[in-house]
């Protein structure tokens, strides 16, 4: 596909899913869709077989399900900020081709008597998930520690540093926070439950409310929040967010 087009610049490519080569660097960042398959693929084989089991106590103040009401979101100023069709299809294929590789690992796990209720590396608090989540990477060996209610958890916890009062997000330089809500969103069970819609019609508005903030030439900017609504709505069904893409 061609990216001529100014506003096609930020486009990734249809990605294949290939094993990690001689100068595949595990401490490395992924920086495309292609290179965070190669880091499921490199974590594949160092996932543990058989691991402890834990109580599930990262509920306990993760805080609630209720999120501030945000107004409807204006419509895009900018139209050379939305994804082209193209684009948006592959987002698409390349995150449904990073759920097939977890689900195929978990049935692996299964297999081979992986406890997906083991110890996750933090206690339930919210700071030192974030500090956690800031300064890691979001690894499968630890992502697979996590239960569908842990994950729907962190994914609450996510969505609500998306939108911090008096601090204007921008995921191309809080790129540690677009990486872990892209990651939660790949490891997710389906089908969710209603409340997790909520968490993730809340992720929708804060990303219009963010790329609406944007100039008409800061079209690299607009990418990562495009790509969570995308994903919302083509993925996760939230169809009425398609105006908005």
């Not at 543990?48 to 306990?60: E, F, G, N």
């Not at 900020?81 to 049935?107: C, G, H, M, N, Y």
């Amino acid at each position: 596909m061609q990216n001529e087009p100014e506003e096609q610049t930020f486009q990734l490519q249809a990605l294949e899913i290939r094993e990690p080569d001689v100068n595949f660097d595990p401490k490395k960042p992924p920086e495309s869709g292609e290179e965070y398959l190669m880091h499921m693929l490199y974590e594949r084989k160092r996932c543990p077989a058989v691991v402890t089991k834990r109580s599930s106590k990262i509920r306990d103040n993760a805080g609630n399900n209720t999120f501030e009401m945000m107004d409807n979101p204006a419509l895009p100023p900018f139209k050379c900020l939305l994804p082209t069709p193209e684009w948006r299809d592959e987002q698409v294929k390349s995150f449904q081709a990073a759920r097939s590789q977890v689900l195929i690992l978990r049935r692996e796990l299964v297999n081979h008597n992986y406890d997906q209720s083991a110890e996750p590396p933090l206690t339930s608090d919210q700071e030192k998930w974030q500090e956690f989540c800031r300064n890691q990477q979001p690894l499968l060996s630890t992502l697979l520690h996590l239960t569908q209610s842990d994950l729907e958890h962190l994914l609450e916890m996510l969505s609500k540093w998306l939108q911090v009062k008096d601090h204007d997000t921008d995921l191309l330089q809080d790129v540690w926070l677009a990486r872990w809500l892209y990651a939660t969103l790949v490891c997710l069970h389906l089908p969710l439950e209603p409340h997790v819609f909520s968490t993730l019609r809340y992720i929708a508005r804060s990303s219009i409310h963010l790329r609406n903030q944007l100039k008409a030439e800061e079209v690299q900017r607009a990418a990562p929040y495009n790509l969570l609504l995308t994903l919302i709505v083509h993925v996760f069904a939230q169809s009425d967010f398609k105006e908005y893409i």
